[in-house]
């Protein structure tokens, strides 16, 4: 990140990052409260587990 930004956007990129990465939360403990009410406590593990796998491997095709 700091490599490909011009080093007076550095701050704003990374706060963007920190932003996106954190503003989310809430959003999931909103998804993962009825999950984990109807269908217990795995579910919600296993269904943010195949999420960060699927964008794991979108990122490792842009990549290739």
């Known amino acids: 990140m700091q490599r490909r930004n011009p080093q007076a956007m550095?701050?704003?990129?990374?706060?963007?990052?920190?932003?996106?990465?954190?503003?989310?939360?809430?959003?999931?403990?909103l998804m993962g409260g009825p999950v984990a009410a109807g269908r217990?406590?795995?579910?919600?593990?296993?269904?943010?587990?195949?999420?960060?796998l699927a964008a794991v491997a979108s990122l490792v095709r842009q990549i290739n």
């Open 40 to 52: 217990g406590l795995d579910t919600p593990v296993l269904l943010t587990a195949c999420l960060f």
């Open 10 to 29: 550095v701050g704003r990129t990374s706060a963007a990052f920190r932003r996106h990465s954190t503003g989310k939360v809430p959003l999931g403990a």
